[in-house]
């Protein structure tokens, strides 16, 4: 089974902080995403990368910024955290693949890290 | 732009009963997938069915069925003899065919009550 874990369930900051989300996959694939869900809002795109160092925004990627040095790690960064980036995070992966299989891709996702900023 | 509605924020169904959660989208494209998609409390999101536009067939996965209709761009889920086990919020969820990259489109999610 593939497994996507983030580093860390519950994460409190302050207004900002630099914060970090860490992300890694264990199945090799080339595609990572990163979410934030809000309640009545579903899940909305920050990032996403579809392999080592290349990334491309998402529809929702002013404040934050991401990093893929390595293939299986994926990570988040908020600049300077600010209260409205409270939320739940996810991360998830996905398998690489002709542009049609791609998009019949399941993605795989983390359990999530619930970020509060005070 | 692509979007995907659930208008259900809420539903509760009886276990053992059958429930429908409703999801529509809108798209020029003619070539997609849709997905729905599971998340239980402890929050892990994970696949239930998926559904290939080009197919006029219905997925359907054990007690979890699709009912696909293209032209309305409706996609609902259902699910017959209702668990306890899938009381969860659940996403209707889009991709383009064309797609590189394999990023989805959200819905608002529905959360599913299973009362014993």
């Known amino acids: 089974d593939v497994k996507v874990t983030q580093s860390s369930r519950y994460l409190v900051k302050r207004t900002g902080e630099k914060v970090f989300l860490e992300c890694v996959q264990d199945m090799d694939h080339e595609n990572m995403f990163w979410y934030r869900q809000d309640p009545g809002l579903g899940l909305r795109l920050i990032y996403f990368?579809?392999?080592?160092?290349?990334?491309e925004k998402g529809d929702i990627p002013e404040g934050y910024s991401v990093s893929r040095e390595k293939k299986e790690r994926f990570s988040l960064i908020l600049e300077s955290a600010s209260t409205n980036q409270t939320s739940m995070y996810l991360c998830?992966?996905?398998?690489?693949?002709?542009?049609?299989?791609?998009?019949?891709?399941?993605?795989?996702f983390g359990d999530g890290t619930r970020l509060s900023i005070l | 732009a692509q979007t995907v509605t659930q208008s259900q924020p809420e539903m509760s169904v009886q276990e053992a009963e059958t429930v429908t959660l409703s999801c529509t989208y809108d798209?020029?494209?003619?070539?997609?997938?849709l997905f729905w998609y599971k998340q239980p409390p402890s929050r892990q999101m994970i696949l239930v069915i998926r559904q290939e536009a080009y197919k006029q067939q219905n997925a359907t996965e054990n007690r979890f069925s699709v009912n696909f209709q293209k032209a309305a761009k409706s996609f609902s889920l259902k699910i017959s003899d209702s668990q306890l086990g899938d009381a969860a919020m659940y996403f209707c969820a889009y991709n383009r065919g064309s797609s590189n990259t394999g990023k989805l489109i959200f819905g608002q999610g529905t959360t599913l009550q299973v009362k014993p």
């Open positions: 798209t020029s494209e003619s070539d997609y997938y």
């Open positions: 998830a992966s996905s398998s690489p693949g002709t542009a049609t299989e791609l998009s019949n891709q399941p993605q795989h």
């Open positions: 990368s579809y392999d080592v160092k290349m990334k």
